[in-house]
């Protein structure tokens, strides 16, 4: 049961070099589900997301396309990430640009801070620079390049040609944390989640930290550095800003007290700037460090991460157009371990939606109002002496209540919704073997009528609760349905067995429509 307290929760925020595609919508679902969860269960939640406009990737872009690199962000945040929200039906608190002027004051006064303490000097770096992915590269995360590229050393993940760069930039002596970073995972081993991301960023930082080049002095689209106006501030350490300026540092300490730490959900291509370098910078600074990252996998389309510039991208109205957003939710977060790559298959998709969400849950809601409307006249039913079968049904409904809510604060989203389709099948197969449409033929099993009615009838609304992080859309229609009072958000769902339900139910439209997939 949950104890009352503050919940942060962030997705990166995204660079806005081109339009979202499932990738990043995945990363949005996971986050506002288990904020929903969270929300839900009576704490004092705050969902953040938003978008990274500076560093020389975006402004290559924009000059491209013949605009600067602010006209530039505000068309694609307007036109493309804002939107996505609405599209996957997103409920964040907060959306920060760190183009905002609360972000980029707050970015000179953190630097600035860092600098007045000593952990920042002059330095002159040379190294493989990848714009794709703003970061400087070891040779080991070079390959030889192949094609139009054969000769050329390219980055690993985007499979284009690095930049053989020099400049003179500000460093951070993230080198002197590496006992201290080294420290916390061994005092928190759930700070870096799931466990390959964890050795993955321990081995890391064994090896050796060097000290990070801050800034940039051969183009000026960023924040500028306070004490020093030729250059401005590397991307990466700007963006990672974001978390703590978005809730009030350095301006508003009660708000800022009241919020952080946070849960980071990051994909695992980012994970070592989070669980590496983003601590580094708050234990420099004198600051608690994340309440956790998690570092989630790739989705793979034929094989593939999932990309744009590899055309493997698939936008996410591609198929909320088609099975609706609570179905998009629903697949990549059952479908998929959190924390693992997944592979995506329209088939898959569609496989899923028919039998586990039309004919699983839908046709179950189905079902047993329409049964209430038909044997009782829409009153729900009252039951009287409850047989073994009724009480085991009350028994999943507890254990799903409790072991989802387990679930969810591991982030082990996938296992949660398992847990609750337990129940889904439980009274699936409740229906099947308690036969209400043969006892409704005889007047003498009115009595066990009503309370195999009024069984489903709480199980369902059980349901209603549970999944309304996950399906909010199909869950509110069910909660009205269900004759439910107020929002079915509003009902503590660490107890939703013990949800205050109605006294008659009203007409229910199909939740999950079937739905027509082009061959």
Not at 158 to 169: A, I, R, T, Y
Not at 265 to 279: C, M, N, Q, T, Y
Not at 316 to 332: K, L, M
Not at 373 to 386: E, F, I, N, Q, S
């Amino acid at each position: 049961m949950a104890d009352g307290s503050s919940f942060y929760i962030t997705t990166p925020i995204f660079y806005v070099n081109d339009v979202p595609h499932i990738g990043h919508a995945y990363t949005e679902v996971a986050a506002d589900v288990a904020a929903r969860w969270h929300r839900q269960a009576g704490e004092d939640t705050w969902s953040l997301t938003g978008t990274d406009e500076h560093g020389q990737k975006i402004l290559r872009t924009a000059t491209a396309n013949g605009v600067t690199p602010k006209q530039w962000a505000d068309k694609l945040v307007a036109e493309a990430w804002k939107p996505l929200l609405e599209t996957i039906d997103i409920a964040n608190d907060d959306f920060i640009r760190t183009t905002d002027e609360r972000h980029e004051r707050n970015v000179q006064r953190f630097l600035q801070k860092l600098y007045d303490e000593g952990h920042i000097y002059t330095g002159e770096y040379e190294g493989y620079y990848c714009v794709g992915c703003e970061e400087y590269k070891q040779q080991s995360e070079l390959v030889d390049g192949t094609g139009e590229y054969e000769g050329q050393p390219v980055c690993a993940i985007h499979s284009k040609p690095v930049e053989l760069l020099h400049e003179k930039n500000y460093f951070f002596r993230m080198s002197a944390f590496a006992d201290r970073l080294l420290a916390l995972y061994e005092e928190r081993p759930d700070f870096v989640q799931p466990e390959s991301a964890r050795n993955e960023v321990v081995s890391f930082v064994r090896q050796g930290l060097a000290d990070l080049s801050i800034s940039r002095s051969t183009f000026d689209w960023g924040v500028k550095v306070p004490w020093d106006e030729t250059h401005v501030v590397y991307v990466w350490f700007d963006a990672l800003l974001n978390y703590i300026t978005a809730v009030g540092y350095g301006e508003d300490d009660a708000e800022f007290a009241r919020r952080w730490p946070a849960q980071h959900i990051v994909g695992k291509d980012i994970l070592r700037f989070h669980a590496v370098i983003w601590p580094a910078m708050l234990m420099a600074a004198g600051l608690d460090v994340p309440r956790g990252v998690f570092g989630h996998g790739w989705l793979l389309v034929g094989g593939e991460k999932m990309s744009k510039s590899k055309l493997t991208g698939i936008a996410p109205e591609q198929i909320t157009d088609v099975f609706g957003s609570d179905a998009f939710r629903f697949y990549f977060m059952s479908a998929i371990s959190f924390g693992q790559d997944g592979s995506f298959s329209w088939e898959d998709l569609a496989a899923r939606y028919q039998a586990e969400l039309a004919n699983g849950f839908g046709n179950l809601a189905s079902r047993v109002v329409a049964m209430i409307t038909r044997y009782c006249d829409g009153v729900v039913p009252t039951a009287g002496v409850l047989s073994p079968a009724d009480a085991e049904i009350a028994t999943i409904a507890r254990r799903a209540t409790e072991r989802s809510w387990d679930a969810i604060g591991r982030l082990a989203i996938h296992e949660a919704i398992a847990e609750v389709w337990q129940l889904v099948d439980a009274l699936n197969g409740y229906l099947t073997n308690e036969e209400p449409w043969a006892l409704a033929k005889d007047p003498e099993q009115r009595d066990r009528l009503e309370a195999v009615l009024a069984t489903a009838y709480r199980g369902l609304g059980t349901l209603a609760v549970l999944l309304s992080p996950v399906v909010p859309k199909a869950s509110a229609k069910l909660w009205t349905a269900l004759g439910a009072p107020g929002e079915v958000t509003a009902q503590r769902i660490d107890r939703a067995d013990e949800a205050e339900l109605g006294e008659r139910v009203q007409p229910l439209e199909a939740l999950f429509p079937r739905v027509e997939v082009a061959e």
